[in-house]
């Protein structure tokens, strides 16, 4: 059974800084793309960086230059480091993962974890 578990939300002031990590547990062969998404109220959910297993790294333009993701692949983990916070970051984050299951498998899977708020206060 594959988890993806989510740690490091929590309430901040605007300018401050939090830093979120995931984790993929379970059997599988190799994780592939991994990404951070979040919800604000009332929007849609957006992605907001992504880090292939090559390290290559593409962000949204509302949030470049102030967060940065990174991986460590030994440990299937992926964190995203989030400086001068602005009330408009506010939303639920969500890691997603990309999983090959098996050597033998010709397509990935995607798997959520289970999101986890972040406030930034004015």
């Known amino acids: 059974q594959v988890q993806v578990v989510e740690s490091g939300g929590g309430l901040v002031h605007a300018g401050g800084s939090l830093s979120l990590s995931c984790v993929v547990r379970?059997?599988?062969?190799?994780?592939?793309?991994m990404n951070w998404y979040r919800q604000a109220p009332g929007k849609q959910r957006e992605l907001v960086a992504t880090i292939t297993r090559g390290q290559d790294t593409n962000y949204a333009d509302s949030v470049k230059d102030r967060f940065t993701i990174s991986r460590d692949s030994a440990k299937n983990a992926v964190y995203l480091l989030m400086n001068s916070l602005k009330p408009e970051d506010t939303g639920v984050y969500y890691c997603?993962?990309?999983?090959?299951?098996?050597?033998?498998?010709?397509?990935?899977?995607?798997?959520w974890g289970q999101g986890m708020q972040v406030t930034v206060s004015s």
């Open positions: 997603n993962a990309r999983l090959r299951m098996s050597y033998y498998s010709s397509y990935d899977n995607t798997f």
């Open positions: 379970g059997s599988i062969f190799r994780v592939n793309d």
